[in-house]
Nanobody, 122 residues
């Protein structure tokens, strides 16, 4: 089992940066594919990025490619999302999640954090 807690959200101006963290408890983190998703009001949950167990395979959603960077530190049981060049349309609640099989579909992830709000506004 994996318990996930996100942090690092907040209010940032367009063009700014934020770094999200996702602290995991339990032994399953190092064996899990980890993903970041986001959900804006009135919209479906959207795939942001995912990373394989040893960081060998990394994938991004088209809307964040080139601006966001996913990484993980298995020694610290922590997942990260570095977000640069933020835009107002990046405003959403950001969630980290864990799965055993590579997927961009949120329905394939079975452990979720509670989410952290990111607001991009001037």
């Amino acid at each position: 089992q994996v318990q996930l807690v996100e942090s690092g959200g907040g209010l940032v101006q367009p063009g700014g940066s934020l770094r999200l963290s996702c602290a995991a408890s339990g032994d399953a983190f190092v064996h899990s594919i980890m993903g970041w998703f986001r959900q804006a009001p009135g919209k479906e949950r959207e795939f942001v990025a995912r990373i394989s167990q040893r960081s060998t395979y990394i994938y991004y959603g088209d809307s964040v490619k080139g601006r966001f960077t996913i990484s993980r530190d298995n020694a610290k049981n922590t997942l990260y999302l570095q977000m640069d060049s933020l835009k107002p349309e990046d405003t959403a609640v950001y969630y980290c999640a864990a799965t055993a099989n590579p997927s961009d579909n949120p329905e394939d992830y079975y452990y979720w954090g509670q989410g952290t709000q990111v607001t991009v506004s001037s």
